[in-house]
Each structure stands twice: as C-alpha cells, then as structure tokens.
Nanobody, 123 residues
C-alpha cells in the first residue's frame, strides 16, 4: 500500500499562483510514477502532470504546459506542483496519484489516490 497526503490549494484570483504538495509513504518504490489529476463536477478526472520517480523530466497536459511546474524531493518522497498564471478553468479538485505505469496520463492507470484538495480560481 502507498499512502498519499496532499497539502496546499485554496482560492486565488485569476493570474495568481498556488502550490500543491503530496507526500508519499508506505511501500513506495522507485518504479512508481507520481503526479496530479484534477476533476470538476460532472466530468472525468483528467491528467495534469506527472514524473517518473526513477528519473526523467516531468510531463504535462497541454492545458497547463508553460504555467505549471512539477518537481520532486526524493529525500522527502514528495512531489510539488507550482501553479502560476491560474485561470478560472483551472478550478477543480486536484488529486495526487501514483502508478506503476509510465506515462501516467490516464486515470485508469492510477493505483493510488490522495484525498484531493480544492483549487478555486476566481475571475
């Protein structure tokens, strides 16, 4: 089992920034990919960004490329999503995710989910 605990999120005006963190514990492995998905009411959970824990560059959904930056802290088993130039369309519940499948672009590839954290961007 892998446990994922998110922190961060909140409310911000359009153009602002927010930072999300996700700490992993339990049976973590260098073979996992970790990342973020988001979901709005009535829609499917969509991919945002992810990175392979064993190395490589993070990869992003086209909708956030150039505005969001993902990084990882190996020592803390933590990933961070720095969100800049936020838009109202970014409003969603953001979920931390872990998977043994790379690239982790589909929600059905995810083995473990965090509890979710709300991000609200007002215009």
């Amino acid at each position: 089992q892998v446990q994922l605990v998110e922190s961060g999120g909140g409310s911000v005006q359009a153009g602002g920034s927010l930072r999300l963190s996700c700490a992993a514990s339990g049976r973590t492995s260098i073979n996992y990919s970790m990342g973020w998905f988001r979901q709005t009411p009535g829609k499917e959970r969509e991919f945002v960004a992810a990175i392979s824990w064993s190395g490589g560059s993070p990869y992003y959904a086209d909708s956030v490329k150039g505005r969001f930056t993902m990084s990882k802290d190996n020592a803390k088993s933590m990933i961070i999503l720095q969100m800049s130039r936020l838009e109202p369309e970014d409003t969603a519940i953001y979920y931390c995710a872990a998977s043994t499948i790379t690239p982790m672009r589909k929600s059905n590839f995810v083995a473990y989910w965090g509890q979710g954290t709300q991000v609200t961007v007002s215009s």
